[in-house]
T-cell receptor
Framework: KAGVTQTPRYLIKTRGQQVTLSCSPI?????VSWYQQTPGQGLQFLFE???????NKGNFPGRFSGRQFSNSRSEMNVSTLELGDSALYLC????????????FGPGTRLTVT | GQQVMQIPQYQHVQEGEDFTTYCNSS?????IQWYKQRPGGHPVFLIQ?????EVKKQKRLTFQFGEAKKNSSLHITATQTTDVGTYFC???????????FGKGTTLSVSS
């Protein structure tokens, strides 16, 4: 079974721009969660989608948004990028919503200059 | 809100020594999970504990869930260089809620 895939793997953007990241979950998994990983803060939960509905949300500003499509693929959007948004963005899929074992993708490394 | 804390933040050991990382939650957890992230890699699920006082073993790794379901530990016996990486614990307060990760313990092993 293919693992979680994320595109693009690397991205360089300028402050003020917006960015869209994509995640394809493991086949059959309907839950997709997004995390931001930085050296100082570890893994911080952004949000989780299940069956195209946002089920859980972390403490991030409204500039961070997401959506899920009927095929369970998910996108995450960050608008008005700030330098502090530079991080590794990890997507994880699971067969159930909320608190079940997560299968992570390789991540998208975002650098904001 | 729910907080999950891990100690120590870093640990260096000689190959063959034991290693333990501890995880403490500010609230009672419905379950605790452990993940390992190798340098340059992504977190990989190791195990989930659900019951109070539960102990599970995977070869040289022993995982424990506290009686009060607010703490957990991961113990590695006789570390090897392949054990290098960051170990994260993660828990959720109740089924259906988000998984909150600790900041991890980074293990380095010298041969």
């Amino acid at each position: 079974k293919a693992g979680v895939t994320q595109t693009p793997r690397y991205l360089i953007k300028t402050r003020g721009q917006q960015v869209t990241l994509s995640c394809s979950p493991i086949s059959g998994h309907r839950s997709v969660s997004w995390y931001q990983q930085t050296p100082g803060q570890g893994l911080q939960f952004l949000f989780e989608y299940f069956s195209e509905t946002q089920r859980n949300k972390g403490n991030f500003p409204g500039r961070f948004s997401g959506r899920q499509f009927s095929n369970s693929r998910s996108e995450m959007n960050v608008s008005t990028l700030e330098l502090g948004d530079s991080a590794l963005y990890l997507c994880a899929s699971s067969w159930r919503t909320g608190g079940y074992e997560q299968y992570f993708g390789p991540g998208t490394r975002l650098t904001v200059t | 809100g729910q907080q999950v804390m891990q100690i120590p933040q870093y640990q260096h050991v000689q190959e063959g020594e034991d290693f333990t990382t501890y995880c403490n939650s500010s609230t009672t957890l419905s379950n605790i999970q452990w993940y390992k992230q190798r340098p340059g890699g992504h977190p990989v699920f190791l195990i989930q504990l659900v019951k109070s006082g539960e102990v599970k073993k995977q070869k040289r790794l022993t995982f424990q869930f506290g009686e009060a379901k607010k703490n957990s530990s991961l113990h590695i016996t006789a570390t090897q260089t392949t054990d290098v990486g960051t170990y994260f614990c993660a828990g959720s307060e109740q089924a259906g809620t988000a998984l909150i990760f600790g900041k991890g313990t980074t293990l380095s092993v010298s041969s």
